[in-house]
């Protein structure tokens, strides 16, 4: 599942490429004349492979009801996706996860080139075998064609602090080179991954002075008929400046062009504002029903981070402002061109993070964290030909936005995921109703670097109240502890439990509502009191969630 993968990629490339790095800079070995010959030095290889491995074993009350959904379930629980809760059934399995990178950097271009892979192979243990698909294949016998592919790019260094990445490439949103920064501080940069956290195929160039950065970059998310403007591309340009040792601060601006009208995307769900993948994410559909529509939207972002490493002293600091702009227009004729575009709808959202972090201990899991944010939300949909949410990359990838550095489980998603990705809140635009957000963490190194625990409490609200509902979306107790064997190995354990706010109460009397999950299948779940009319009377059951992870980053 591409939202794991896509945060623990980035600290794979990033650590053996600037070990290989410092290690190309030595010349020669050094000699010593108490011995008869030099020590040479371990030759620096044109080819390295390295590998994440995650094996866990997870159990929890939520599950699908859909039979053939057995294998990777990704979006909003309670939504489109069948993912529901229950007081009477409790869900059992293990699953395993292998991320194999592969980095081609040759002599003869002195380090000026590098040619980057990687690729995913998953399943649930026992799922099925002789077969082709990815998420599967270990059933007795294995042998499944299960071999997916994330990125296929390049990096060219054609003058020094140049940089130039072409092809298949992570597309996140922050002004650092995913393949050379740390896991950590890509969650708490830029707009830490709630905007666009995927992978995208395109150019990108940035150029890197002593105290600034700035990249520029184009990508299609979408290439329909190649004859014709009906595609979905976006264009980058975001930057960062140094304004003391401790404090930084940047801005973004991107831009899309949606010509597809929801064509594309995700297997039949399509992509896009009026896609069903929009609902299955947890974001607002644009109900246009059969109508062609085009979309242009826009995002104008500024963001800020004190001592974004927390190496500096014992206060962290983080924050950003995003605004997205654009209108959509609509044309109900099956040859557009023949007759004028209308306007449908205006569209202006924004969302604000702020995150505040102490360390009060020798080591970076000797902290305390505050995490805020809030998106806003759209009261009347489209009734007003305007829409107040927020746009983020979900609409066109599964998922295209990962909100997972909060440190919540349940209300938002988390990272330790292979196969299962089913949050309360699976997008910040919270289906269009907004969101404000608060998480407190506290973790300590009980052995320094070698086992960790954290506690964290999550609650949400809602500035939208939706129809029969509440603004209350529920709050949140997680832990954690973590013994490390070595240098990035672990075996970790984890639980979290959920509380679900009046949010879930939403038209709790029939079986419209899609808050609650009930839209979807029009039957009553399991454990929830009907009345004599047999509808549901009650909220769905509350989450939880415990497993026991094993991990392993190999280089």
């Given at each position: 599942?591409?939202?794991?993968?896509?945060?623990f990629?980035?600290?794979l490339?990033s650590?053996?490429?600037?070990?290989?790095e410092?290690?190309?800079?030595q010349?020669?070995?050094?000699?010593?004349?108490?011995?008869?010959?030099?020590?040479p030095l371990?030759?620096?290889?044109?080819?390295?492979?390295?590998a994440?491995?995650?094996?866990?074993?997870?159990?929890?009350?939520m599950?699908p009801?859909?039979?053939?959904?057995?294998?990777?379930?990704?979006?909003?629980l309670?939504?489109?996706?069948?993912?529901?809760?229950?007081n009477?059934?409790?869900s059992?399995?293990?699953?395993?996860r292998?991320?194999?990178?592969?980095?081609?950097?040759?002599?003869?271009?002195?380090?000026?080139?590098?040619?980057?892979?990687?690729?995913?192979?998953?399943?649930?243990?026992?799922?099925?075998?002789?077969g082709?698909?990815?998420?599967?294949g270990?059933?007795?016998?294995?042998d499944?064609?299960?071999?997916?592919?994330?990125?296929?790019?390049?990096?060219?260094?054609?003058?020094?602090?140049?940089?130039i990445?072409?092809g298949?490439?992570?597309?996140?949103?922050?002004?650092?080179?995913p393949?050379?920064?740390?896991?950590?501080?890509?969650?708490?940069?830029?707009?830490?991954?709630?905007?666009?956290g995927s992978?995208?195929v395109?150019?990108?160039?940035?150029?890197?002075?002593?105290?600034?950065?700035?990249?520029?970059?184009?990508?299609?998310?979408?290439?329909?008929?190649i004859?014709?403007?009906?595609?979905?591309?976006?264009?980058?340009l975001?930057g960062?400046?140094?304004i003391?040792?401790?404090?930084?601060?940047?801005g973004?601006?991107?831009?899309m062009?949606d010509?597809?009208?929801?064509?594309?995307?995700?297997?039949?769900f399509?992509?896009?504002?009026?896609?069903?993948?929009?609902?299955?994410?947890?974001?607002?559909?644009?109900r246009?029903?059969?109508?062609?529509?085009k979309?242009?939207?826009?995002?104008?972002?500024?963001?800020?981070?004190?001592?974004?490493e927390?190496?500096?002293?014992e206060w962290?600091?983080?924050?950003?402002?995003?605004?997205?702009i654009g209108?959509?227009?609509?044309?109900?004729?099956?040859?557009?061109?023949t007759?004028?575009?209308?306007?449908?709808?205006?569209?202006?959202?924004?969302?604000?993070?702020?995150?505040?972090?102490?360390?009060?201990?020798?080591?970076?899991?000797?902290?305390?964290?505050?995490?805020?944010?809030?998106?806003?939300?759209?009261?009347?949909?489209?009734?007003?030909?305007?829409?107040n949410?927020?746009?983020?990359?979900?609409?066109?990838?599964?998922?295209?936005?990962i909100p997972?550095?909060?440190?919540s489980?349940?209300?938002?998603?988390?990272?330790?995921?292979?196969?299962?990705?089913?949050?309360?809140?699976?997008d910040?635009?919270n289906?269009?109703?907004?969101?404000?957000?608060?998480?407190?963490?506290?973790?300590?190194?009980?052995?320094?670097?070698?086992?960790?625990?954290?506690?964290?409490?999550?609650?949400?609200?809602?500035?939208?109240?939706?129809?029969?509902?509440?603004?209350?979306?529920?709050?949140?107790?997680n832990?954690?502890?973590?013994?490390?064997?070595?240098?990035y190995?672990?075996?970790?354990?984890?639980?979290?439990k959920?509380?679900?706010g009046n949010?879930?109460?939403?038209?709790?009397?029939?079986?419209?509502?899609?808050?609650?999950?009930?839209?979807?299948d029009?039957?009553?779940?399991?454990?929830?009191e009907?009345?004599e009319?047999?509808?549901p009377?009650?909220?769905?059951?509350?989450?939880?969630?415990a497993?026991?992870?094993?991990?392993?980053?190999?280089?």
């Amino acid at each position: 599942m591409k939202k794991f993968l896509i945060i623990f990629s980035a600290a794979l490339f990033s650590l053996p490429i600037a070990a290989q790095e410092g290690v190309s800079g030595q010349t020669s070995a050094p000699s010593f004349t108490w011995f008869s010959k030099e020590i040479p030095l371990k030759a620096n290889k044109e080819f390295q492979f390295l590998a994440y491995y995650i094996n866990q074993a997870v159990t929890s009350n939520m599950y699908p009801k859909n039979d053939l959904l057995k294998g990777q379930v990704v979006g909003r629980l309670f939504g489109s996706n069948t993912s529901r809760t229950s007081n009477q059934l409790t869900s059992a399995y293990l699953e395993q996860r292998l991320i194999p990178f592969i980095i081609y950097q040759p002599h003869l271009f002195n380090g000026k080139a590098i040619l980057r892979m990687s690729f995913e192979i998953d399943w649930t243990w026992g799922d099925v075998s002789y077969g082709t698909g990815g998420n599967f294949g270990s059933a007795f016998s294995a042998d499944q064609v299960n071999l997916q592919t994330q990125n296929i790019e390049i990096e060219l260094n054609p003058v020094p602090r140049l940089y130039i990445n072409l092809g298949l490439q992570r597309l996140f949103d922050t002004p650092y080179n995913p393949y050379r920064t740390m896991v950590d501080k890509m969650l708490t940069t830029g707009y830490r991954l709630m905007y666009f956290g995927s992978d995208g195929v395109g150019v990108n160039a940035r150029y890197d002075w002593d105290f600034a950065r700035l990249r520029a970059g184009y990508y299609k998310l979408y290439e329909n008929y190649i004859q014709k403007n009906d595609d979905v591309s976006l264009f980058e340009l975001i930057g960062e400046k140094d304004i003391s040792r401790a404090w930084k601060a940047g801005g973004s601006v991107y831009y899309m062009p949606d010509r597809a009208s929801g064509q594309g995307g995700i297997s039949v769900f399509g992509q896009g504002l009026n896609s069903s993948w929009a609902r299955q994410m947890g974001t607002y559909q644009f109900r246009y029903g059969a109508a062609k529509y085009k979309a242009d939207i826009a995002w104008l972002g500024a963001f800020f981070g004190r001592n974004t490493e927390h190496w500096l002293d014992e206060w962290q600091l983080n924050g950003f402002v995003n605004v997205n702009i654009g209108r959509s227009d609509t044309a109900t004729v099956e040859n557009p061109s023949t007759k004028d575009w209308k306007k449908a709808t205006d569209i202006f959202g924004f969302a604000a993070n702020l995150r505040g972090s102490y360390r009060y201990g020798q080591t970076l899991n000797d902290c305390v964290s505050l995490d805020l944010l809030y998106a806003s939300g759209d009261a009347n949909g489209l009734k007003d030909g305007k829409f107040n949410g927020v746009i983020t990359g979900n609409y066109y990838g599964g998922p295209g936005a990962i909100p997972v550095g909060t440190g919540s489980y349940l209300v938002l998603p988390h990272s330790n995921v292979v196969n299962r990705y089913t949050p309360a809140v699976a997008d910040i635009s919270n289906m269009g109703y907004g969101m404000a957000f608060a998480a407190v963490n506290v973790s300590k190194s009980f052995i320094p670097n070698r086992l960790n625990g954290k506690i964290g409490g999550v609650f949400a609200a809602s500035p939208i109240t939706p129809v029969g509902g509440g603004n209350i979306i529920g709050s949140e107790i997680n832990g954690n502890l973590c013994y490390n064997f070595g240098p990035y190995m672990s075996v970790e354990l984890h639980a979290a439990k959920m509380f679900l706010g009046n949010f879930y109460d939403s038209n709790q009397n029939t079986y419209s509502s899609a808050v609650n999950g009930w839209e979807a299948d029009h039957t009553t779940p399991e454990g929830v009191e009907v009345n004599e009319d047999g509808l549901p009377n009650a909220r769905p059951t509350s989450p939880w969630t415990a497993f026991l992870v094993f991990k392993w980053l190999l280089f």
